[in-house]
Each structure stands twice: as structure tokens, then as C-alpha cells.
């Protein structure tokens, strides 16, 4: 290349370059233009560069460049932009790139650049734009910064700066964006702030700035985002800041505020997010923030804020989320709360609001969260809250509720948590709570409820957590509560429940934490660890449990059961010639018929391969054959890597899905690597979104895991079908898609160690009746290790790859967030992404170089056109889903956000679109083009 003498510009972006930058580059002498970014380049950026001192723009982000900044970079005296963005760049700014006079904009962001700002930073009098994100700066922001009087942009967040804010940042008056935030800042908010009156957007939060909120910032009259959340700052909130008309989000939450809020805090009536909580506010909600319809996002918890509630609030179209808990309000709830017509979530928790619940609550169908609890509230629930059925929280606990659980709530089947505990509820628990099959805690405790417990329990097998204590309940246990393989805690002390434990609570493995004190049940305890660590005051005042425990009698023991005893071993031997004479013929009778059996399913010799059927022995090899009718390819339902699918009946009535798997030439398992990964994968962990594994056989006729069957089928076979497109709507595509970041979220940063799925693929996302998302074929998972041992074989499925995986495949969780990324959009539009994917990513460039005409295409034309296109909240989703699978799809591993990050953006409010959706391009969502939200 060092040929090319008389080359003016080189474009070689997105090529998936691999190699070093050669020095030979340095002998381009004429080249103006200079653009490496978006490959897989490593090494250094050679000193070499410093020769080039024609160069005007010189792009080498978002590649794998270590090293320190050159040196000899203040060389390029022409140069205008200079973009090192994503990569591992290490060592300090150079203080000799304050001799660049030219540069406009110069971008270094998420590095691992450490040191000071370099105070030389002030000679560049043509800067606009100053991007220093997401490195590891430490030391004060120079006051030669204010030097800087052409800078549009200014981001040093999240890094480690100390020190105040300089005074001189007032002289930066163009300054439209300033995002300080993420750092270590003291000191106050400078006066000076109130000269920039160009500015946009002011984010100056999670630091240790203290003082008040200068009275100048009410200059700003351009301001639409303000955030000062996450410091200490202290007094009021100024007046002046009725004069921020424009202002559409303002977050002063988790400070030291004291005193009211603004009487005009939404003068402009255009604010949408206004967060507070976590300080000492007083005095009631003003009435311009009763009046603010523009509103989507409210917190205010955990202030003093008193007032009534029923003239507080008043119908808000657009709003999303309100939490007005901890605070001293008091009246009823209003009925307008119910044509809220937007409203996902609603918690007023812990005031002082009495009254009844409104039964028009049941009007706001989008509720998905409703927290009233510890309040004063009276009356029966109103069984219209039963056609809220998106919920999946609902707590009303600690108030003074009467009457009957309404049967309306079975139609809650997305119920995840119910909290109905300490009130005065009564009457029986209804059987509908077997339709609550998604539900991980029920808490019914300090109640009235009487008659038994209903067995239905036992179908929520999703259930981790179950409270029944201090209620009226009688009869026995019921043994179908073994079913709930899931419980980790069961409470059902104080009530009056007798008889024995249920044998079946045997298979209760996953059980921590145990209550039964406080009855009348007899018997002994079950083997289980939860109750041989069980504390004495746990099992107390029981009519006759007897096990191994302080305080309790050992089982079998007394004058009168060894009388019993010794009978019964008289009898015993009594009936010996009897028992053996039918046991004989038993014998033979059964050799006959199951000879051939027995002889092919001997038990393989494999290592750590184990059976964990449930306890009501279902799933018996017998019935599975039966049920597959010997694997016939009739009850075929797909074909995998290393498995054929099977639907199978069992004689009980469940149906599950049966992976038997393919097997060699001479009968050996095909691939026993994949079947002990999955089985070692699913046996440990529960999430709603990773299907379930009943149990596996290894046998030498027959192989297979036995999961809990989806209705639906795989995320790719619905795509495919038109008919099951079409019915496949927004709503449900975007619930998909946060299943799906649910899931790998939880194996990643909740499982330790953490699970890698390395096959993340529209083939491996499978839908159950309600179109719930439930990852699965872990066949190729692996353990992510502490240490840096993590190489393995290749894994994965072609064009769900991840690209780093073609120059050395360790594992890594990146691999995962980069195929769901891909899967979102295949989701979204309906068909794998591929070709597009390659073009967004291929035509990456700068925003001096014209983008690539695959920019400018309309994420209206490119989603899935057999359905209408997606209207107002649902609209916004899906272009916060894209923008975050574009995210997800980044070249380099390191700038692609962990799937928490995805989780969370993904259940957070995101404002109104600043466009109409048919107007958004893909290269606004790929950050070309300006924000979009």
C-alpha cells in the first residue's frame, strides 16, 4: 500500500480487515482522507501516522486498536476530525494534541484512556464537538475548556473527574449539549451555567455536586432535558425554573431537596418525564402538574409530598408510569385513574388513602403493575380488576379489604407476583388460581380464609414463593403441592391444618425455607434439607411431628409401637411362603413379556448422566414410547442439530415435547457432549422464559430429554407462515422480544457462574398458547469460568453469529447479545436480516463522508408489511427494540450493551417520538442522523 504515492483518500470501512495498521501507511503523504473504522483491526495506530500531514479526517473507531495515542499525532497539522472511538486505546491524551488548530471534533469515547484532561485542550479554537465517554479520566476538568468558545458538544461522562465544575464553562455559549455525568464531581452547580443559552440537553448526574439548583438555570430557555439525579444536592427547587417551557425531562431524583415543588413545573405543558423520589419535598402537587397531560413518566416516592389524592390527579392520555408511594397523601383514589388509557403502572404504596378501590381501575387494560399497599383502604376487590389482564404485579396488602378473592382474577394469567396479605379477606381460596401459571410468589397470609387448601396450587408450577399462614385454614396438606418443583419458601404456620405431610414433598428439592409451626399435623418430617435445618420455632405446637429435630420426638419410638411393631413382624413372617409362592409366579410371568425390553434398555455406562423425573412417576419410559407411538414420524414436530422433536400425551394428559436423540451407525449417542450440556444446563436453573426440563432417559435403545411442550412452536416457524404472521401482532413481537433479553439476562448475570447459550436463534425461541417466549436447546451452553480459559469449539447458527467468533471462538456473553440482536430483528421485520445486516454495518461511515444510500431506508419499509404499522406507545417500542438490536450488532464486543442493559432499557419509558414513524431512517437508528426519541 505504501505504493500508492499519489492516493488522496482510502476508504476501507466495515471490510472486516483483520491485521495491524502497517507503518508503511505513513508513506501516503497526499492522503487526505483516511478511513479504517468498523473492522477487526488490532495492534497499535503506528507512529508512522505522523507523516501523513495532508490528512484532513482520519476514521479508524470501532476497531480492536491497542496501545497508547501517538505521539507524533500533532504532526497532522490539517487535520479536522479526528475518530478513535471503541476501541482499547490506553495511556493518556497527549498534551501535543493541543497544537492541531484545525480539528473540529475529535472523538476518543469508550476507550481505557486514563490521566487528565490535558489543559492544551483550550488551544483547539475550531472544536465543535469534544467526545470523551466512557474512559477512565481522572483529575479536574481543565478551565481551559471555556477556551473553547465554538464547542457544540462536550461529553465527559462516565469516567472518574474530580474536582468542581469550572466557572469558565459559562463562556462556552454555542454549547447545546453538556454531559458531565457518571463521574466523581464535588462542589456546586456553577452560576455560569445560566450563560448557555443554547443549550439543549444539561446532564450532570450521579456525582457528589452539593449546594442548591442556581436560580440562573431558569435562563435556559431552550433546555429540554435536564438531569441533576444522583448527587447531594440540597435546598429548593428554584421558581425560576417555571421559565423552562420547553423542557421535557427533568430528573432530580435520589438528592436532599427540601421544600415544594414548583407551583409552574409544567408551564410549557410538554413535559413527559419528571422524576423526584428519594428526597425530602413537602407540601402538595402543584396544580400545574395536575393539569399536565403531556405527561408519561412520574416518580415522586419517598418524599414527604402530602395533599389529597383524589384532586391531585387528574387523566393523562399518555401516561405510562406513576409511583407516588411513601409520601403522606390521603383521600380516595379517583375514578379517573381508569381512562388513563396508556397506564402500565400505578403504585401509591404506603399513604394514608382510604376509601374503597375504584372499580373503573378495571377500565385501564394496560395496567401491568398495581401497588395500593399500606393504605386504608376498606370494602370488597372489585372483581373488574380481573380484566386487567396484562398485569403481572398486583400488591394490596397491609389495608383493611373484606369480603372474597373475586373468581375474575383466574383471568390473570400473566400474574407473576400476587400480594393480598394482612387484610381482612375471607371466604375460600378459589380453585382459578390454577389459571395463574406464570405466578412466582402468592402471598395470602393474615387473612380470614377458611376450608382447605385447594389442590389447584398445585398446577402454578411456576411458583417460587407461597404464604398461607395466619389464615383459618383446615383439612390436610394436599399432596399435588409436590408439584411445585420451583418453591424455595412455603409458609403455612398458624392455622389449624392436620393430618401428615404429603409424601410427595419429597421431590420438593429446591426448598430453602420452611414454616408449618402452629397446627395440627402429625408424622414424620420429610428428608428434606429444609427441614432438618429447620429451626425448632418453625415446627412448634403441631399435634405429633416426630423427626430428627431439637425438640421433636424421633419417629418410631414408644412401648406402644414396639407392641405394634413386633405383631406386625409375626404377621410378616406369617406370610412368607404366601408372598413367595406369588412372587414366583409374578417372576416369570413378567420375564416373559418384558425380557426383550429389559435386554435394550440397559443403562448406558456415560458418566454424570442422571434421571430427575417428578415424584408422580409421569413421565415413565413406557408412557413416553406409548405417547411418541414408538417415535413415530407422524408425532414428529422438528428436527435439530443433534435431535429429532416429538409431541407426546402422557396418560395423565399432559403433553410434552420429546428430543430423541440422533444416534451412530453402531447405537452409540450421536453427540453425548450436547445431551449432558443441556441436561447440566436446565437441571439447575428456573426462569419463565427458559423451558422447562422434565427429566432425560439414557438407554441403549432409546436417548432423549422430555421438556414441557409450546404450543406455538419455534419463533421461526410462525415468521414463515403468513396466517400465523398475521396474528402474530406488534404487541405480542415486542413481549417476545423481551422475553427472550429476560432470559439470557438471567442466565448471564443471575446464574453463577454465568451461562453462556451459544445458539441464540429464531429456530431455538419457542412460543407457548400465549405466545410467551421460552429460549431453548442448550446443547451447545457453557459455563462462562472465572478465569480467561474459556476457548471451546465453534458453536452456533449460521447468520446468528457473531463475528469475532471467525478469528478464535472464546466464549464469551457478547456472542449471545450480538444473535439476539439479530433475532429482534428478524422479529420486528418479519425475515432474517442478513443481507441488510451486512449492508447497515458494511456502509458504516462518518458524518463527514456521505452515508450510504441503506441509511436513508424507512424502518417503516422495512418492518414486517403483513401487519398495519405500529401507532403511538407501541410505535415507540419498536424503534427503541430496533435501535437497541442495531446496538446489540456492534463490531466490536465491548461497545454492544450487557443484556441487563437491554432488560432495562426495554422496561423504561422511552419519550414520545420526536418524528412521525413513517419518517424514521435506519441510519438514525444506527446513530447517523440524530435522535429519534
Given at each position: ?50 507523516n ?128 458531565i ?48 439525579s444522583?448527587?447531594k444536592?440540597?435546598g ?5 425554573m ?57 416518580r ?21 408510569f ?27 404504596s ?53 369480603g ?6 383466574g ?16 371466604g ?14 402468592l ?29 383459618m ?31 410427595t ?18 408424622g ?23 423427626g ?68 408422580d ?80 432417559c439414557?438407554?441403549?435403545e ?31 413481537r ?73 478469528y ?26 442478513g ?25 417503516n ?40 442493559q ?32
Open positions: 500500500i505504501g505504493n500508492l504515492s499519489n492516493l488522496i483518500s482510502l476508504f476501507l470501512q466495515g471490510n472486516k480487515l483483520s491485521g495491524f495498521i502497517p507503518s508503511e501507511i505513513g508513506l501516503l503523504r497526499s492522503l487526505k482522507d483516511l478511513d479504517l473504522s468498523n473492522n477487526n483491526l488490532i495492534g497499535s495506530i503506528p507512529t508512522s501516522i505522523g501523513l500531514s495532508n490528512l484532513v479526517t482520519l476514521f479508524v473507531h470501532s476497531n480492536k486498536l491497542n496501545g497508547s495515542i501517538p505521539q507524533d499525532i500533532h504532526l497532522l497539522s490539517s487535520l479536522s476530525v479526528l475518530a478513535l472511538s471503541n476501541n482499547n486505546l490506553s495511556g493518556i491524551i497527549p498534551h501535543s494534541l493541543g497544537k492541531l488548530g484545525s480539528l473540529t471534533a475529535l472523538y476518543l469515547r469508550n476507550n481505557s484512556l486514563s490521566g487528565s484532561i490535558p489543559y492544551s485542550i483550550g488551544n483547539l479554537s475550531k472544536l465543535d464537538t469534544l467526545d470523551l465517554h466512557s474512559n477512565q479520566l481522572f483529575g479536574s476538568i481543565p478551565r481551559e475548556v471555556g477556551f473553547l468558545r465554538s464547542l457544540f458538544a462536550l461529553d465527559s461522562s462516565n469516567n472518574k473527574l474530580t474536582g468542581s465544575i469550572p466557572t469558565s464553562i459559562g463562556n462556552l455559549v454555542n454549547l447545546t449539549t453538556l454531559h455525568s457518571k463521574n466523581q464531581l464535588s462542589g456546586s452547580i456553577p452560576q455560569e451555567v445560566g450563560w448557555l443559552k443554547s443549550l439543549d440537553k444539561l446532564d450532570l448526574s450521579d456525582n457528589k455536586i452539593t449546594g442548591s439548583i442556581p436560580a440562573s438555570i431558569g435562563n435556559l430557555g431552550n433546555l429540554t432535558v435536564l438531569y441533576l444522583d448527587n444536592i440540597n429548593s427547587i428554584p421558581p425560576e417555571r421559565h423552562l417551557t420547553r423542557l421535557r425531562s427533568l430528573e432530580l431524583s435520589e438528592n436532599h431537596l427540601t421544600g415544594q415543588l414548583p407551583h409552574e413545573i409544567c408551564l410549557g405543558g410538554v413535559l413527559e418525564n419528571f422524576t423526584a423520589e428519594g428526597n425530602h419535598l413537602t407540601g402538595s402537587i402543584p396544580k400545574s402538574l395536575r393539569n399536565c397531560t403531556s405527561l408519561f413518566r412520574v415522586l416516592e419517598r418524599n414527604q409530598l402530602a395533599g389529597n389524592i383524589t384532586e391531585d390527579f387528574g387523566i393523562y392520555p399518555n401516561l405510562l406513576i409511583d407516588l408511594s411513601y409520601n403522606k397523601l390521603y383521600g380516595e383514589l379517583s375514578h379517573k385513574w381508569g381512562q388513563c388509557n396508556s397506564l402500565t403502572s400505578l403504585k401509591i404506603n399513604n394514608n388513602i382510604s376509601g374503597m378501590i375504584p372499580h373503573q381501575l378495571g377500565e385501564a387494560t394496560k395496567l401491568e403493575q398495581l401497588d395500593l399497599s399500606s393504605n386504608h383502604l376498606v370494602g370488597e376487590i372489585p372483581k373488574e380488576l380481573g380484566m386487567l389482564k396484562s398485569l403481572f404485579n398486583l400488591v394490596i396488602d397491609n389495608n383493611k379489604l373484606s372474597n378473592i373475586p373468581l375474575e382474577f383471568n390473570l394469567s400473566d400474574l407473576v407476583h400476587l400480594n393480598l396479605a394482612s387484610n381482612h379477606l375471607s375460600p381460596i378459589p380453585q382459578q388460581v390454577r389459571n395463574f401459571r406464570k405466578l412466582l410468589s402471598n395470602l397470609s393474615n387473612n380470614k380464609f377458611g376450608e382447605s387448601i385447594p389442590a389447584e396450587i398445585g398446577n402454578v408450577i411456576t411458583l417460587e414463593s407461597l404464604d398461607l399462614c395466619q389464615n385454614l383446615t383439612g390436610e396438606i394436599p399432596q399435588q403441592l409436590g408439584e411445585l418443583q420451583s418453591l424455595e419458601t412455603l409458609n403455612l404456620s398458624h392455622n389449624n391444618l392436620s393430618g401428615t405431610i404429603p409424601p414433598f419429597d421431590d420438593l428439592r429446591g426448598l430453602t425455607s420452611i414454616n408449618i409451626s402452629y397446627n395440627q399435623l402429625e414424620p418430617l420429610p428428608n428434606l434439607k429444609a427441614f432438618r435445618d429447620a429451626p425448632f420455632e418453625a415446627l412448634r405446637n403441631n399435634k405429633g411431628l416426630c430428627n429435630i431439637t425438640g421433636l420426638e424421633a419417629c418410631n419410638t414408644g412401648k406402644k409401637k414396639g407392641n405394634k411393631f413386633f405383631l406386625l413382624i409375626i404377621l410378616l413372617i406369617l406370610s412368607i411362603p404366601l408372598l413367595s409362592f406369588i412372587s414366583y409366579g409374578i417372576y416369570f410371568l413378567r420375564r416373559m413379556v418384558r425380557s426383550r425390553k429389559i435386554n435394550s434398555r440397559e443403562v448406558a455406562t456415560h458418566q454424570d448422566l442422571f434421571a430427575i423425573w417428578g415424584h412417576g409421569e413421565m415413565l419410559y413406557e408412557h413416553i414410547i406409548e405417547g411418541t407411538e414408538d417415535f413415530n414420524s407422524k408425532n414428529c414436530i422438528g428436527t435439530g442439530g443433534y435431535g429429532t422433536v416429538y409431541k407426546a400425551e402422557l396418560p395423565t394428559g399432559r403433553v410434552v415435547a420429546v428430543k430423541k436423540l440422533h444416534s451412530t451407525q453402531d447405537g452409540e449417542m450421536a453427540d453425548l457432549k450436547a445431551f449432558k450440556s443441556e441436561i447440566h444446563a436446565l437441571a439447575e436453573i428456573r426462569h419463565r422464559n427458559i423451558v422447562k426440563l422434565y427429566g432425560f439414557s438407554c441403549s432409546n436417548s432423549f430429554l422430555v421438556y414441557e411442550f409450546m404450543e406455538k412452536g419455534s419463533l421461526r416457524n410462525i415468521l414463515s407462515n403468513k396466517d400465523e404472521a398475521i396474528e402474530f401482532d406488534w404487541v405480542l415486542l413481549n417476545v422480544v423481551k422475553g427472550m433479553a429476560e432470559a439470557l439476562s438471567y442466565m448471564h448475570h443471575d446464574c453463577s457462574p454465568p451461562l453462556i447459550h451459544r445458539d441464540i436463534s429464531s429456530n431455538n425461541v419457542l412460543l407457548d398458547s400465549e405466545y410467551v417466549a421460552h429460549v431453548s436447546d442448550f446443547g451447545t451452553a457453557r459455563l462462562l469460568k472465572s478465569d480467561s480459559s474459556n476457548w471451546t469449539s465453534f458453536a452456533g447458527t449460521f447468520g446468528y453469529i457473531a463475528p469475532e467468533l471467525a478464535g471462538p472464546k466464549v464469551d456473553n457478547k456472542t449471545d447479545v450480538y444473535s439476539f440482536g439479530v433475532v429482534t430483528l428478524e422479529t420486528i421485520f418479519g425475515k432474517h436480516p443481507e441488510l445486516i451486512s449492508s447497515l454495518f458494511s456502509s458504516a461511515s462518518s458524518s463527514s463522508s456521505s452515508p450510504s444510500t441503506v441509511y436513508h431506508l424507512l424502518l419499509e422495512e418492518i414486517d408489511q403483513r401487519l398495519s404499522p405500529p401507532m403511538n406507545q407501541v410505535a415507540e417500542e419498536v424503534v427503541v427494540a430496533v435501535k437497541l438490536a442495531l446496538a446489540c450488532l456492534h463490531a466490536n464486543p465491548q461497545s454492544r450493551p450487557t443484556m441487563r437491554v432488560c432495562q432499557a426495554l422496561s423504561t419509558p422511552w419519550p414520545p417520538l420526536s418524528k412521525p414513524f413513517s419518517m424514521i431512517t435506519l441510519g438514525e437508528l444506527l446513530g447517523h442522523g440524530g435522535e429519534t426519541t
